[in-house]
């Protein structure tokens, strides 16, 4: 009896020390997890880098500086946000000048309305706009879908004066972006008067397609030829038949910087670093639209390099103003509302800047059906004396399937 009484003990003892083990073991692994949880996730950066000028400007300034924050264990609705944290990011750029802080924030958005997986925005403008941008952005809601950081406009050196006046002030520095945000594999690039209409990550899918060759994705300048710019007047190379708008433009950058590419300056074929000031030199004289005159003179020598996508994902008043002329909109709605020619801010198509002031107006939180798509569509409903007005069901179409997804979302939990 003493002898199993001794054995009974002895392996008692055995299983009280291997819990204790494992106690020990589980408590060091939440201790060593937890400073992640708090500080390690890049949508909380501790404080903002202050940038310097010139190429320096990839650091940037970011927005949102989160401080010193409580215990993971007492927030328990910050827990949830963090578990729930994507590991993807979609990077957003645009370049505002001048009057522009309005337009592109009411960009910013129509992005964040709609999108899914986090967002990172990065916003070159002047100087003296960063202070409102920080404001602005700073007081939004949803801060858990987006982060931002701001650069200043920038130029190589010795070339900074030519590029600047190149078309608009500050407009050429998209073909900057490869070499200025050297650390982001994936960019969308768009215009400052661009609307969302459904999420980023639609068009951020198209990365996943493109095959082994293609770098970029833009559309087409034009649908219909007769009424087409760069075959009707352009004194250049531009690529395809109408020629390619880049106020949407959805990048590789890994692949663009280590791209060389054809050109018809020397047999020798050249970075994308390399090629853009001897074309600027070749056809300064004959380009009307600027930077994007040079990615059409590019892309003619590179048509392998583009993936074209369809023009409801950048629709401009060409495609109603003479009558409807993208069959895809008229089909599945638009996605990405394109309002050049200041269209967003003066009376000449009324159903553009119905839009943009359903989105500029709409406040965060309220129901999207009653507060931005139901009087959207009356006000839609008074511009058919134009020929953009007579179709404007195409304005509304995937803005519409887009609302619905989010309630879907919302109801499943997501």
Not at 147 to 153: E, K, M, S
Not at 284 to 313: A, R, Y
Request: charged share 25%.
């Amino acid at each position: 009896m003493r002898r199993v009484a001794r054995v009974a003990l002895l392996c008692l003892g055995c299983g009280l020390g291997s819990l204790l083990y494992a106690f020990s073991q589980l408590a060091l692994s939440l201790e060593q997890e937890a400073p992640r949880g708090r500080h390690g996730d890049a949508a909380f950066p501790l404080r903002r880098q202050l940038s310097g000028g010139g190429w320096r400007a990839a650091a940037g300034s970011s927005g949102r500086s989160s401080g010193v924050e409580a215990p993971v264990g007492l927030l328990p609705g910050r827990y949830d946000f963090l578990k729930k944290q994507p590991y993807e990011k979609m990077h957003l750029a645009v370049v505002a000048c001048g009057e522009r802080l309005e337009e592109t924030v009411t960009m910013l958005r129509s992005a964040i309305i709609f999108s899914i997986k986090f967002l990172q925005f990065h916003i070159f403008a002047e100087d003296p706009l960063h202070d409102n941008f920080r404001k602005i952005l700073d007081s939004l809601v949803y801060q858990e879908k987006f982060n931002y950081t701001l650069y200043p406009i920038s130029f190589p050196t010795e070339n900074a004066a030519e590029w600047k006046k190149l078309f608009k002030p500050c407009a050429s520095q998209r073909l900057f972006l490869p070499m200025i945000l050297k650390e982001v594999d994936s960019l969308l690039y768009v215009d400052t008067d661009i609307l969302f209409l459904t999420p980023v990550d639609d068009i951020w899918s198209f990365l996943k397609k493109f095959n082994s060759t293609q770098i970029a994705a833009m559309a087409p300048e034009h649908e219909e030829p007769r009424i087409g710019w760069y075959n009707r007047f352009a004194r250049h190379p531009y690529y395809g038949k109408t020629g390619i708008n880049s106020g949407v433009m959805l990048m590789n950058m890994t692949r663009i910087r280590r791209k060389y590419f054809k050109n018809d300056m020397t047999t020798a074929r050249l970075r994308w670093e390399e090629t853009l000031m001897p074309l600027l030199k070749k056809y300064k004289l004959n380009i009307t639209w600027g930077d994007q005159d040079l990615l059409n003179i590019m892309f003619f020598h590179n048509p392998e390099s583009l993936f074209v996508f369809p023009c409801q994902w950048n629709y401009r008043p060409d495609h109603c103003i003479y009558g409807s002329n993208c069959h895809q909109a008229e089909k599945e709605g638009i996605f990405i509302l394109h309002g050049n020619r200041g269209v967003y801010h003066d009376e000449k198509q009324p159903a553009f800047r119905a839009l943009y002031d359903a989105i500029k107006n709409y406040s965060f939180g309220d129901d999207l059906v009653h507060a931005l798509l139901m009087p959207l569509e009356l006000e839609l409903q008074k511009t058919q004396h134009t020929y953009c007005g007579r179709i404007y069901k195409v304005f509304t179409k995937r803005l519409t399937k887009s609302i619905r997804d989010i309630y879907e979302r919302r109801s499943k939990g997501r």
